[in-house]
């Protein structure tokens, strides 16, 4: 089994909610309150959770594109969270980013070769200005798309042709770590199983490491070697794909999979509809943050934190009823 390349230890991001005229700081939100996790050369972790509890703030820590609070990452055997600012402009040459968003992130007065000339530039990659134009061409055939489209401006293609030229702009720099975060949420689909298809494709190819964000378990299924579940800023449970989709442990996680459509109906779960809020991670629950909507909770759950730990090889949860194996 490879080496992990990227190593997350109790990473925290803590936003001060300042109040009052003098603008004290009156509380935080715990947007990220302390998460531990690696991912090994040439796999792919999928992280998925709903909307808000922190997986996006996650990954942006990552290239400290977000400062952490607290915590680790080290990547490649460098720990990343102490390095200066140009170290880490250098660094982004191997850890790149794709956005939900490509329309957003690519730069509407700039044609398709500047956009995918403009890191090359900044990592000196290809001094050579024909030698760049020459490889832009090369990666634009590398995503699906054709040297034509090299002139052209964002505006000009559809969001999956968008979502490319993000995918092409990441690739550039011959990254070892892609951040992908809901690379295909904003797609029809259709467009969505292409694009997968493309990362995967892409993975093999030039040996990527893939982080892959995203809301719904479905999408990641797929794609990920393991998948980590969050909920309110915490991992809940992180396993193999397979282990993960055919057993979860979390009470959270069986929620979040009784909701994804099972093609085969012999294996139809019942649906699992979690009452009440995600409560406010500026006032998260005391104890087990899943507790207030938790079909199993104990009064444990109310008063201590369960800890994030391996209950069986390789598949870690943070709930009472694992502790001790009990209900394995
Ligand atoms: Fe539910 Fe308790 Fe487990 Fe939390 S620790 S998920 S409340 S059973």
Redesign the pocket.
């Known amino acids: 089994m490879s080496q992990p390349l990227l190593e997350v230890k109790e990473l925290k991001k803590h936003f001060p909610i300042t109040g009052g005229v003098l603008g004290k700081e009156v509380g935080q939100v715990k947007a990220v309150d302390g998460v531990t996790f690696f991912i090994r050369e040439g796999e792919t972790l999928g992280l998925v959770g709903e909307s808000g509890c922190g997986k996006s703030t996650t990954g942006r820590m990552l290239l400290r594109l977000i400062e952490p609070t607290e915590g680790e990452v080290t990547f490649n055997g460098k720990k990343i969270t102490s390095i200066s600012g140009s170290e880490m402009r250098k660094m982004r040459r191997d850890i790149q980013m794709v956005f939900q968003d490509p329309y957003a992130s690519l730069n509407p007065r700039h044609t398709v070769e500047k956009i995918l000339e403009e890191p090359m530039i900044v990592h000196g990659i290809e001094k050579n200005s024909k030698k760049r134009k020459q490889k832009v061409r090369e990666l634009l055939e590398k995503v699906g798309l054709s040297s034509y489209h090299a002139k052209r401006y964002p505006h000009q293609f559809s969001g999956g042709q968008r979502q490319r030229i993000g995918i092409a702009r990441a690739l550039a720099v011959k990254p070892k770590l892609i951040v992908a975060d809901e690379p295909v949420s904003a797609l029809d689909v259709s467009v969505q199983a292409q694009v997968l298809n493309l990362l995967q494709d892409l993975q093999k190819e030039f040996d990527l490491t893939f982080l892959f964000i995203a809301h719904d378990l479905g999408v990641v299924r797929h794609i990920s070697d393991r998948v980590g579940v969050m909920y309110l800023g915490k991992l809940?449970e992180l396993a193999g794909s397979e282990k993960l989709y055919e057993k979860p442990l979390?009470?959270?996680t069986q929620a979040l999979l009784s909701a994804v459509p099972v093609p085969d109906v012999e294996h139809k779960k019942e649906r699992i509809v979690l009452q009440g809020d995600v409560p406010s991670p500026s006032n998260p629950p005391k104890?087990?943050p899943?507790?207030t909507r938790?079909p199993?909770?104990?009064d444990?759950?109310k008063q201590v934190v369960?800890k994030f730990q391996e209950v069986e090889q390789d598949h870690y949860v943070?709930?009472?009823?694992y502790e001790d194996n009990k209900s394995i």
């Open positions: 809940v979390h009470p959270y104890g087990c899943f507790h938790c199993e909770a104990m444990v759950c369960p943070a709930c009472h009823l």
